[in-house]
């Protein structure tokens, strides 16, 4: 199953597990209309609110369309958006 989940990853070991907290899901169909590109397939946060590894940048495209948004995570745990150009 595709989509975007969202919990609290209480095991560390990066699966949902049946008891930690989920937080949101959307499905893929929610994304029907969207393209996602990021160079990371998982980004997670730290107890201090770190994201670990390198900065993350997820670009959010509407079909058709040369500009969009972007969402970046910083590896302090900051999020930040901003403009993206889409393929």
Do not use: W, Y
Request: aromatic share 4%; net charge positive; hydrophobic share 35%.
């Amino acid at each position: 199953e595709s989509g975007v989940l969202v919990f609290v990853d209480a095991n560390r070991n990066r699966q949902h597990e049946s008891n930690e907290r989920l937080v949101t899901q959307f499905t893929a169909d929610a994304f029907k209309n969207l393209a996602v590109q990021g160079s990371r397939r998982l980004t997670s946060f730290g107890p201090d609110g770190r994201s670990g590894g390198s900065n993350q940048t997820v670009a959010i495209c509407a079909p058709g369309r040369n500009d969009g948004l972007s969402v970046v995570v910083s590896n302090a745990g900051r999020v930040r958006m901003g403009k993206s150009i889409c393929n």
